[in-house]
């Protein structure tokens, strides 16, 4: 029986926690929107949401674009051999998408905690997939 290669143990876990992480999204698609403004006025402090139907589309299509998302990023980490390039392109996606949300979230004037909470993880963490999916010996 082969061995696991050290490193795909660790991108097997860190996959399974980015994709853990980002289920946590489903119940959004059901909250009411009633709830989804208590938690962008009073838990993020970010104000009262505006009451139109774009927000509350982009809302739960966000939602489930994370599910999705977090559904096939745990999906990978069961055969990461097999889908190492896929999972190392990934990596390099999520170094570019953390680029992208600083950029995105500047521009729109949300506060520095947030920036500094989401680019740079997920662009650290599509750096250590990265990392981690690399060949042995490369």
Do not use: C
């Amino acid at each position: 029986m082969n061995q696991p290669i050290p490193n795909d143990v660790a991108l097997k876990w860190l996959l399974r926690l980015i994709g853990g992480v980002e289920l946590f999204a489903i119940p959004f698609l059901l909250f009411p929107f009633s709830w989804m403004n208590d938690v962008h006025d009073r838990v993020l402090g970010l104000g009262a949401l505006p009451n139109a139907p774009i927000v509350e589309y982009m809302a739960r299509n966000l939602s489930a674009l994370y599910a999705i998302h977090g559904a096939v990023v745990f999906r990978l980490s069961f055969d990461v051999e097999r889908f190492r390039p896929l999972v190392g392109f990934l990596g390099r996606l999520h170094i570019a998408l953390g680029a992208v949300a600083v950029a995105t979230d500047l521009a729109a004037g949300l506060p520095l905690w947030w920036v500094v909470g989401e680019g740079p993880g997920i662009a650290a963490g599509g750096a250590a997939v990265l990392f981690l999916a690399r060949r042995p010996g490369a």
